[in-house]
């Protein structure tokens, strides 16, 4: 069956046996910028030459780049437009000849640029604060229209003035912030098409670093092997690098340096002086960089740089001793000799503030920038000795000793008086001071001792005392004798006396105390001790009537009581006392007569009361007074701390006990305890004493802690061998 189409051809041949036809297929196009696109001329009727015409009326000649003609058979010519653009647009024109004969057909060729591209970079990326330009060029014809969206929503730039969608299509953010970062849709509309087409533009906004040091000022110590830690904070995004400069030298990682792993810590190792300055910390990003200063100071510790041993000789003007000293910042000198102390500024002058006088003006203390002189004036020997130099600052101090040597005439001490009696030896001391050392002579009578004619004396020397020995056997041998001292600066003498001594005074009995088994006599030193010193004292008491019971106490230092034991309750005595010297014993003192007590209850022990061991313990010690006539039965002991009302229970001690010891008190704490004494008779009034414990140590001794430890593992041991015994 035949197609309509070769019909009609048939009809047309048929009746125009003579003419050619042509036809393009398709009738029309719309190419798109960038596509190809091929036109079909088909020709009826022989035609000897089939042509193709641009719009410019050029004909197309075969094998363009662009475009591109080709005839497939005797019938029909194709053009091939590749890659449109703008100016392929226009009336293209079809032409097919043979002979005289002609025809021709024309295709309207429209160039449309559909939605593209050309610039929509992302990420793209401002600095905050910045007027951000969101760059979407985009290309079509008709131009697009162009629609800004952010999180899922469509910008309305009359809503936020920030936001302005400029002629070109791009997005403006004024004063763009970090909250306005992340991704962007720019849209672009063609409405004659319906065409659409869209890129998400990712936004990063960059910060600005911030930065701050954690201190703006560091000190450090020179000279002792110690480092400084510099070290500043920065924030800002993307994360900053954080360098370190230090007079305009970026510092590294090295033998003088070292950063971590972030550099915002810098360690100056082994700080020196020369280190002290400023230092940078710069930290950058994309946005920019800051930076911050850290000022680091660095002090020396003192050092005395100079210092040296003076001689001076006594009753000389003056002598001036000096001190010098380095360091930063710069250290106070002072000076010390033994207990006192010299340095600038103390008791210092209205008129002269750097200036120290002592108040005899005859110590002078000056001192200028990191020097300083002590001057001594009217030199005496007791200036001799080790002077002490002080330097000091704020970060430390340095000691040194210094010398000074005083060269003078002997100085001859001791008590001129001497006593001793016959037969008895007896040093006689010249103490001599002297510089340099001096030779000591003893003379009698004009004449050097000892000699032939002195037999009974001899010579002891030690380095500063001289002994001259004297044993007197007949009254000759008492009286004067001199010491002679000399040296390269002079010689001194001093006469000494040796008196016979005497026996003691008789002591003066003052009263009896009677109680019923015990009496307390108080009396009265010797108004004499003969010249040498009382050695005891001898108690005599009796019955009247009867043989005198004695005995003899020390003379120790303000011995002026003595307790007599062992005596009879309601029973009359009398009683005298004597001293003993050296050379013998005084006449007893008149007697005094007394009767003691009856018998009656104990008098209060004296108790004494001491924090014992590791310090929640008590140690009560209790001396027994008189008995009252009657045998102590024993000791009552009761305590209590002094917070609470209730005593704790009572305890009975036997009566030849001195002693007892509180355990388990509780620590910080006063506790108040009396001891009672019991005979026959009945109780006596409480020896009381109050104390506190010490308070609990926060810290175990290594050695008890140890011992401790041992317990708790023995004992966690035997539990578990016995739990798995058991088991």
């Known amino acids: 069956m035949l197609q309509i189409r070769d019909l009609i051809w048939g009809l047309l041949f048929i009746g125009c046996a003579a003419a050619i036809q042509v036809e393009i297929t398709p009738t029309q196009g719309e190419i798109s910028v960038g596509d190809s696109k091929f036109f079909l001329c088909e020709v009826v009727g022989d035609a000897k030459d089939i042509d193709w015409y641009a719009p410019s009326g050029e004909k197309i000649l075969p094998n363009r780049p662009d475009i591109f003609v080709s005839r497939s058979d ?41 939605i593209t591209f050309e610039s929509a970079p992302s990420p793209q990326e401002f600095n905050e604060g910045d007027d951000a330009d969101i760059v979407c060029d985009v290309v079509s014809s008709p131009p697009p229209t162009i629609i800004w969206k952010h999180k899922g929503s469509r910008i309305q730039v009359a809503k936020d003035v920030r936001y302005k969608i400029m002629d070109n299509g791009h997005l403006q953010i004024r004063g763009i912030k970090k909250t306005d970062e992340g991704m962007y849709n720019c849209e672009a509309r063609v409405m004659a098409r319906g065409e659409i087409d869209f890129r998400m533009i990712k936004v990063v906004v960059n910060v600005l670093p911030t930065i701050r040091a954690r201190q703006s000022d560091v000190n450090a110590t020179a000279d002792i092997g110690s480092s400084a830690l510099l070290a500043c904070d920065a924030d800002g995004f993307p994360e900053p690098t954080v360098t370190w400069a230090h007079n305009n030298v970026v510092l590294e990682t090295g033998d003088k340096y070292s950063l971590n792993e972030d550099g915002s810590e810098l360690v100056i190792k082994d700080v020196k002086k020369v280190d002290e300055g400023d230092y940078t910390c710069i930290a950058k990003n994309k946005a920019g960089e800051k930076a911050e200063e850290v000022s680091l100071n660095v002090f020396v510790q003192p050092k005395i740089t100079y210092l040296n041993n003076q001689t001076a000789s006594e009753f000389e003007e003056q002598v001036t001793l000096t001190c010098e000293a380095s360091g930063d910042p710069t250290p106070t000198i002072s000076w010390s000799f033994e207990n006192r102390v010299f340095s600038e500024g103390e008791q210092a002058s209205w008129t002269r503030p750097d200036k120290y006088e002592s108040l005899d003006r005859n110590i002078v203390v000056r001192s200028h920038a990191r020097v300083s002189s002590l001057t001594l004036k009217n030199v005496q020997f007791t200036y001799a000795g080790q002077y002490l130099c002080t330097a000091s600052n704020s970060i430390g101090q340095d000691d040194q000793n210094m010398y000074l040597e005083v060269r003078y005439a002997p100085k001859l001490q001791g008590n001129v008086a001497w006593y001793t009696w016959e037969g008895n030896p007896t040093n006689i001391s010249c103490k001599v001071e002297a510089h340099p050392r001096a030779t000591v002579v003893w003379y009698r009578d004009g004449l050097p001792v000892p000699s032939a004619n002195f037999t009974n004396l001899k010579i002891y020397t030690t380095p500063t005392i ?65 010249g040498v010193p009382i050695i005891k004292y001898r108690v005599q008491w009796r019955l009247p009537g009867q043989d005198w019971t004695e005995k003899e106490y020390s003379a120790e230092d303000d011995l002026n009581q003595i307790t007599i034991l062992g005596l009879n309750p309601e029973t009359t005595y009398e009683v005298r006392i004597s001293a003993i010297n050296g050379k013998g014993e005084s006449e007893s003192s008149p007697a005094k007569h007394f009767k003691t007590e009856p018998v009656r209850e104990p008098s209060a022990p004296k108790i004494e009361v001491k924090v014992h061991n590791r310090g929640n313990s008590l140690k009560v010690n209790w001396i027994k007074q008189d008995d009252g006539g009657s045998p102590i039965k024993h000791y009552l002991v009761r305590y209590k701390a002094k917070y609470v009302s209730d005593w704790k229970p009572e305890m009975r001690l036997p009566n030849d006990s001195e002693y007892v010891v509180l355990n388990g008190l509780d620590w910080n704490t006063e506790y108040e305890v009396h001891v009672v004494a019991e005979n026959q008779q009945g109780r006596s009034e409480p020896g009381i004493r109050s104390i506190r414990t010490a308070s609990e140590p926060t810290t175990i001794p290594a050695t008890l802690g140890c011992q401790c430890v041992s317990c708790s593992l023995a004992a966690l041991l035997l539990s578990m061998l016995t739990a798995l015994w058991l088991s």
């Open 74 to 114: 005797e019938t029909t010519s194709t053009l091939t437009i590749y890659h449109a653009n703008v100016d392929s647009a226009g009336i293209y024109k079809c032409v097919a000849k043979n002979g005289d004969k002609e025809a021709q057909a024309t295709v309207q060729v429209k160039i449309f640029q559909k």
């Open 466 to 530: 001289s002994y001259l020995e004297v044993t007197p056997s007949s009254q000759d041998d008492f009286g004067s004798y001199n010491c002679s001292a000399t040296n390269a600066m002079g010689t001194e003498y001093k006469e000494f006396l040796l008196i016979e001594a005497d026996v003691p005074t008789t002591p003066e009995l003052y009263q009896v105390e009677p109680f019923s088994s015990t009496a307390v006599i108080q009396f009265g030193e010797p108004e004499a001790t003969g």
